[in-house]
């Protein structure tokens, strides 16, 4: 069964920065894209990266120059790196494919909350 796992949420303060990994249950590069969404309390999930088999990524405008995405095939694991956080980052993240996600790859994500 495939499964993605996020993990690396937090608590942290405006300005400051967290990783979060996506690792998957199989071969990573079973995948063409993983995309990185979000969903805020009230709000519908949006996609926020996303990282191709090849390491191209996107960045929705809101995260654009705050937020990077890398990827780690030796270990199946994908990464968001996000700097400069502010209030409106807060989030449970989840990682699935790309751009169109799979109902069943929905994980239990990782929750980043950014407070003062």
């Known amino acids: 069964q495939v499964q993605l796992v996020e993990s690396g949420g937090g608590l942290v303060q405006p300005g400051g920065s967290l990783k979060l990994s996506c690792t998957t249950s199989?071969?990573?590069?079973?995948?063409?894209?993983l995309g990185w969404y979000r969903q805020a309390p009230g709000k519908q999930r949006e996609l926020v990266a996303t990282?191709?088999?090849?390491?191209?990524?996107t960045f929705a405008d809101s995260v654009k120059g705050r937020f990077t995405a890398s990827r780690d095939n030796a270990k199946d694991t994908a990464y968001l790196q996000m700097n400069s956080l502010k209030p409106e980052d807060t989030a449970v993240y989840y990682c699935?494919?790309?751009?169109?996600?799979?109902?069943?790859?929905w994980g239990q994500g990782t929750q980043v909350t950014v407070v003062s």
């Open positions: 699935n494919v790309a751009p169109q996600p799979l109902d069943y790859l």
């Open positions: 199989v071969n990573i590069n079973t995948f063409i894209a």
């Open positions: 990282i191709s088999r090849g390491s191209s990524t």
